[in-house]
């Protein structure tokens, strides 16, 4: 067993929910920031796919950049320990939500809803603040058993997926779970929460589209499901105020008339202008390569499937 991971899981995070909440997310940053710096492989390539996106960054700014977003999710680790003592009385203390009109006036219409974000800030928590405002949510999520993991992580993940649920109301989907229960969510006109930017599993269908400066090639799973059920799609994100979050959710795209690769960019458009703004806060540059790999010369386009990839 890895000590470190079991220490983190089973000890570190929860010892902090005793704390005052200041001192407890300024413990975990550092823990954050300093778990960083033992992994310098990933950091390395982390700092490469900043650089290729933002070449003005020295490597100073590159490196704090990425040290602030390891303080950042280790900030979002915490927030899952302290769910229980997220309420409605105290909830404004940690997250507030911006433009909760849009999502309201789009449930009003009476048709299914889908929430669509990336691996952004503690994105987890508009979420749990929608579920205390009595917005219930479903959820996609990863699959959470990967033998991969070590066990105190799988632990953690099954841990954070009940603290959501009891918060949200809705289903926790996980990504290999049969269509059908996703297709129940919007087809009750439920509310759905995705995160998009994940990368491409090797049977998803995918189309390539631009995205931080070069060519993505992601999933067009969520763009059918929602074509197939008739959901209005909206982007919210999670910025960090403080130790506080800022949910923003935005109106909803207007895909009508577009093909799979240019409603996809449609729809990345406000996570790239996201990103752009707060690069500290995107979790995945060091994957950028997979998420924007070089196209093979000669590569064929992907067909496209009959059922949601």
């Known amino acids: 067993m890895n000590t470190r991971v079991w220490w983190r899981y089973r000890v570190f995070y929860p010892l902090l929910v005793w704390l005052p909440a200041g001192i407890a997310y300024r413990l975990a940053t550092a823990a954050g920031r300093r778990s960083a710096t033992r992994e310098p492989a990933a950091l390395a390539a982390a700092e490469a796919a900043l650089g290729e996106v933002f070449p003005a960054l020295t490597p ?73 405002k009595g917005i219930q949510t479903s959820c996609l999520t990863a699959d959470i058993d990967d033998a991969r993991e070590p066990a105190p992580r799988r632990r953690f993940l099954a841990f954070k997926l009940r603290e959501m649920q009891r918060l949200m109301g809705g289903d926790m989907i996980q990504r290999s779970a049969p269509l059908r229960r996703l297709y129940r969510v919007l087809h009750d006109k439920g509310v759905l929460i995705v995160i998009l930017d994940a990368p491409p599993a090797a049977s998803d ?65 406000p996570i790239e202008e996201s990103i752009r703004a707060r690069p500290d806060h995107w979790w995945l540059w060091q994957i950028l390569n997979v998420i924007r790999p070089p196209r093979a010369a000669g590569q064929a386009r992907e067909p496209h499937a009959p059922e949601l990839a």
């Open 60 to 132: 100073a700014q590159r490196r704090a950049r990425l040290l602030a977003l390891s303080g950042l999710r280790a900030r979002e680790t915490l927030d899952v320990y302290r769910l229980r003592r997220l309420r409605p009385d105290n909830l404004e203390r940690l997250v507030t939500l911006k433009g909760l009109a849009h999502l309201q006036r789009a449930m009003a219409e009476g048709r299914p809803v889908i929430l669509y974000s990336a691996h952004f800030g503690r994105l987890i928590m508009p979420a749990m603040a929608l579920g205390i």
């Open 205 to 269: 269908v995918v189309e390539r589209f631009p995205f931080l400066g070069g060519t993505a090639r992601l999933s067009v799973g969520t763009l059918r499901l929602a074509r197939r059920t008739d959901a209005l799609l909206l982007p919210y994100f999670a910025f960090e105020k403080g130790i506080g979050v800022e949910g923003r959710i935005l109106p909803p795209i207007d895909l009508t008339g577009l093909d799979d690769a240019t409603a996809l960019a449609r729809l990345f458009a």
